[in-house]
């Protein structure tokens, strides 16, 4: 099965969660866009540590730290959703998006668009911030505007019981996980959570 990490907004946790995912499910990754640094695969490397987890290479790596539109614009270099094509594997796939679910790839194409040409599930990552129940609700109006399917959420910061239990109420969807604030995050934080996800992966 292919994995879809998107997320409310930009740094959200969505590099974590894959890791996260991908120690729990023995999954391998890939993140099809990185524009800036950062690198996200290296990041979700040194997180794995020994793990036979392989880190698939991207498509396109953009210098410049910004939408792909516009990094990509700068190296005159186009982004086309069906130019994309799924790294071989016979283990489950986690691919990172960049940035939020309407981040465009181009003038037409959204990064959420790549979701259905990956034929993934979607796990969305929602940071818990004053603002966030509306960010959260619009980005699943837009996955559900394009009828694409959606594993769960994974909530990200300090526990607001009124903002998890609104934001699940509307959408429907089902918590798989909670990250908290961490002062350290290494690879004894991914198998900590790891081990939470495995628990509610399946229930």
């Not at 974590?16 to 990754?29: E, G, P, Q, T």
């Not at 794995?48 to 396109?60: A, D």
């Not at 959420?112 to 993934?120: G, P, S, Y």
């Amino acid at each position: 099965m292919n994995y879809f990490v998107t997320a409310i907004g930009t740094d959200c946790g969505k590099t974590l969660v894959s890791a996260i995912l991908c120690k729990a499910l023995k999954a391998d990754y890939w993140k099809p866009v990185q524009a800036g640094v950062p690198n996200d695969s290296d990041t979700v490397r040194a997180l794995l540590g020994k793990s036979n987890s392989v880190v698939h290479p991207e498509k396109y790596i953009f210098k410049t730290p910004a939408s792909p539109h516009a990094a990509s614009a700068l190296e005159n270099i186009s982004v086309r959703v069906q130019d994309f094509v799924l790294p071989k594997t016979q283990k489950d796939l986690i691919i990172e998006g960049a940035g939020g679910c309407l981040v465009p790839l181009n003038d037409d194409e959204f990064v959420i668009d790549l979701v259905q040409q990956f034929q993934a599930q979607v796990i969305l990552v929602a940071n818990l911030y004053l603002g966030s129940i509306n960010h959260t609700l619009l980005a699943f109006e837009a996955l559900q505007k394009r009828k694409l399917t959606i594993k769960g959420i994974i909530f990200n910061g300090h526990r607001n019981e009124q903002s998890e239990r609104i934001i699940l109420h509307h959408t429907k969807l089902r918590c798989l996980l909670h990250l908290l604030e961490e002062v350290h995050i290494d690879e004894v934080t991914v198998q900590k959570y790891a081990l939470g996800l495995i628990k509610t992966w399946n229930e």
